[in-house]
């Protein structure tokens, strides 16, 4: 992979998985690891083999908010809070929504696989400095519950 390449999926999968963690940490009383991992769920289709073609690729079935509607109403019935569930929602939908508004887009519509994009570059540097900066904001809202350093 070149060196272009690894560095854009660096800072994408680090930006999402950033801002999971701070959207769970911020509005949840969950673990805001799940909110990491849970942001960078959609993205476990890079490991899909290419040969399995549509909806196994990226931007496929894992982009799509029917995945994610499924996911949130499976993290319901196993732990019967809204808690769990509300944390899945803030970091799937964060990456989804992300990913909506790229030049690629998602499957809005799946199992279609066309839908309309405003192909906003949500990886590229500025719209990542605008994430990460909200995502800090969204954290530093939060410092009041952390025990003291003194």
Excluded: Q
């Amino acid at each position: 992979m070149e060196l272009g390449r690894f560095l854009f999926l660096a800072g994408a999968l680090s930006t999402h998985a950033v801002v999971g963690y701070a959207l769970v940490r911020g509005f949840t009383d969950a673990d805001p690891r799940l909110g990491a991992v849970l942001g960078l769920l959609p993205d476990a289709d890079f490991l899909f083999p290419a040969a399995w073609g549509w909806p196994f690729v990226h931007r496929g079935l894992t982009h799509a908010p029917l995945f994610a509607a499924a996911t949130v109403a499976g993290a319901y019935v196993i732990y019967r809070d809204r808690n769990v569930p509300l944390a899945v929602g803030l970091a799937l939908g964060s990456h989804i929504a992300v990913d909506s508004l790229s030049p690629m887009g998602i499957p809005w519509l799946f199992p279609l696989e066309a839908s309309p994009s405003p192909g906003v570059p949500v990886h590229g540097p500025t719209a990542t400095v605008l994430l990460w900066t909200a995502a800090i904001a969204i954290l530093a809202s939060r410092t009041d519950d952390l025990p003291s350093l003194s």
